[in-house]
Every structure is written in structure tokens, then in C-alpha cells.
DNA sequence: TAGTGTTTATTCGCTT
DNA sequence: AAGCGAATAAACACTA
């Protein structure tokens, strides 16, 4: 969490650190957007990519779309360690939430499903942001996959010996970010059944760890129970990633010619703006042309 | 023993 | 101000 309160100072920023302006990055994508970056340019991170992960490519740093002065500040300027700007924007914090950092490493799997340290690698391999303090995030990192009902663990298959689970994304959890807002869901994702007490956090404090069952099976929630590896897969009908403006679509398409439906945008520390794919700072509201 | 996973607590920023 | 989402720290348990 280092350079980032100089940040406020960078141009386009408010006073109150809202990021004002439109960043715009060397091909055009938004920075809110999941970079589409990442299908251009292999570079050589792309090689230490574990064989479960599918061969989409970081870009070069210098190209990240998501680092850029002024922008990589997080969660609308949250900041505890003031320490002026002096690093290359290459090492500026990616404007995304771990959720979405998770959610993305996830998606762009050939599995839909990775280990913690494939995680972990795919989030250094992508910004190199993440190659210090990595005690601090990656233990946000597993708190996010333990705590938020959107990630589940599936555990290993026999032929697949190791330390850890595989995570993956819930099926029902893919519009998390269909507002185009990477560091605040309009909502959290809660694994819900009729009683709305489905999820971990219903599971917390009530029958224990969610994953203590002794047999390792994990149990997070009623409906992760069930999942299958065909829910990973994109042609599947629960496929999580349907939404035009989910991280599959964003990856995979031109980031200019995706123009949906303008979308009520809440919450946001930032937020794509349909119209121009540039990034918006805070938008609770509608995106419209000011006259 | 290191890595993984869970849980609790605290803090902060944004929205309502 | 309250509520919420997120980041961070820390303690603890489990496991390969």
C-alpha cells in the first residue's frame, strides 16, 4: 500500500480523490474495465503460467492499461501510508479489488478453477504491483476467497495431489461486476437459499469452518455443494460469465465496440462509462453527457 | 514447517 | 450518521 495518497495529486483528481477524469490507455481501453491487454503482447510472465491456466498473455508492464498515475488509486483514495509518488506507474496498485483480481484470475483459466498460488502467480505475473508486500495482499487474498460466498473451493481430484483447493467462481455470481466497477460490487455476492442463510458467513459460526468436514469436501453453501466442473465451463447455461459486460466479454472483445445498455451504476470508486468505454471516477449515478 | 484456509477485528471510503 | 464493501492485520487450525 506504498505511493498511493500522492496520488490524489495527480491530475484529474479531485480534492476529495475522486477520479474525475478519463484515462484512456494506449489501445483505448478502459482502465476500469478488465484490460484487454492481457489478450495482446505475450510476454514472458506467460510462461511461468501453471498448466491449468489458459494462454492469455499480460501485456508488457509498460503497456499495463490498468497503471497509470493518478489512477491506480484504490477504493477512492484509501490510504494509510502516505509516501510520496516516486516509483515507475509499472508499480502502482491495479484499480481493481481483490475480489475482481480474483475473479479475473479465475475466469481467464482454461479450468475456471485455480489454486491459491496459481492466484497468486497470475496476479504478480500480471502487475507487478503485487511482487512486494506480498504477506499483506495475499493474506487479503485468501480472506477474500474464504470470506466472500463468490468464490468455492473444489477440492483436488486424485490425480491432482497437492496443497490446497482449487477456487473457483460461484455460478451464480458473474454479474458482480456487470457495472463495469472493478473495486466496489454494486452488491456482495451472498450464496442464498430459502432461508437466506446459505451462504459461508450463515455457515460461519454455526456449524463450523466451511470447509471442515473431515472428509475435505468442501460444503460452503448449499448451491456450491452441487457445483460441477460443467458449470465452469463457458457453454454451460450457468456459465457465471454470460453478461456483456462481465470479464469474459470484456476480455475478449474489442474494448471499444462493446457499448451495452447504459447501466445504473452504484457504489463505484470507478466505473466504466458505456458510451466511451473511459473510465469515470465515482458514479453512483447514471453516466450522462453534462450539457 | 510452510502453505493453506478460517475467523475476528479494525479502519477507511462511499452511498444513502 | 448509519450501513456497506473493501483492505489489512492477526491469530489459529489444518494439512501436504
Redesign the pocket.
Known amino acids: 500500500?506504498n505511493s498511493m495518497s500522492s496520488y490524489m495529486n495527480a491530475p484529474g483528481m479531485t480534492s476529495?480523490?475522486?477520479m474525475n477524469a478519463h484515462y484512456v490507455n494506449p489501445v483505448g481501453v478502459s482502465h476500469c474495465s478488465v484490460p484487454a491487454g492481457m489478450l495482446q503482447s505475450p510476454g514472458p510472465a506467460v510462461q511461468a503460467l501453471p498448466p491449468s491456466m489458459s494462454p492469455i498473455s499480460p501485456p508488457p508492464y509498460g503497456n499495463m492499461p490498468v497503471v497509470n498515475p493518478g489512477f491506480g488509486q484504490?477504493?477512492?483514495?484509501?490510504?494509510?501510508e502516505a509516501k510520496p509518488y516516486r516509483r515507475s506507474y509499472t508499480h502502482t496498485k491495479p484499480p481493481y479489488?481483490?475480489?475482481s483480481l480474483i475473479t479475473m484470475a479465475i475466469q481467464q483459466s482454461a479450468s475456471k478453477m485455480l489454486?491459491?498460488?496459481e492466484i497468486?502467480q497470475w496476479i504478480m505475473d500480471l502487475f507487478p504491483f503485487y511482487r512486494q508486500n506480498q504477506q499483506?495482499?495475499q493474506?487479503?487474498i485468501?480472506?477474500?476467497?474464504?470470506?466472500n460466498d463468490c468464490f468455492i473451493?473444489v477440492p483436488r481430484s486424485q490425480d491432482k495431489?497437492?496443497?490446497?483447493?482449487f477456487?473457483a467462481l460461484h455460478p451464480d455470481s458473474g454479474n458482480m461486476f456487470e457495472n463495469g466497477c472493478y473495486?466496489?460490487?454494486q452488491?456482495?455476492f451472498k450464496c442464498g437459499n430459502s432461508t437466506g442463510t446459505g451462504g459461508?458467513e450463515a455457515?460461519?459460526?454455526k456449524t463450523?469452518?466451511?470447509?471442515s468436514s473431515?472428509s475435505?469436501e468442501p460444503v460452503?453453501c448449499s448451491q456450491a455443494a452441487h457445483l460441477k466442473p460443467d458449470h465452469l465451463k463457458p457453454d454451460h447455461p450457468h456459465y457465471p460469465f454470460n453478461h456483456p459486460f462481465s470479464i469474459n466479454n470484456l476480455m475478449s472483445e474489442p474494448p471499444v465496440q462493446h457499448r451495452p445498455e447504459p447501466p445504473v451504476q452504484?457504489?463505484?470508486?470507478g466505473c466504466l462509462d458505456p458510451d466511451t468505454s473511459y473510465y469515470h471516477g465515482?458514479?453512483?449515478r447514471p453516466i450522462v453527457n453534462s450539457t
Not at 74 to 80: D, V
Not at 208 to 211: E, F, K, R
Open positions: 500500500m476529495t480523490g475522486h484504490p477504493c477512492g483514495g484509501r490510504s494509510r479489488s481483490y475480489i489454486t491459491l498460488n497468486y499483506r495482499w493474506n487479503s485468501r480472506h477474500s476467497l474464504s470470506f473451493k495431489p497437492g496443497k490446497g483447493s477456487w473495486l466496489r460490487r452488491k456482495r459461508k455457515a460461519r459460526g463450523g469452518s466451511v470447509t473431515s475435505g460452503p452504484h457504489g463505484g470508486y465515482t458514479c453512483s
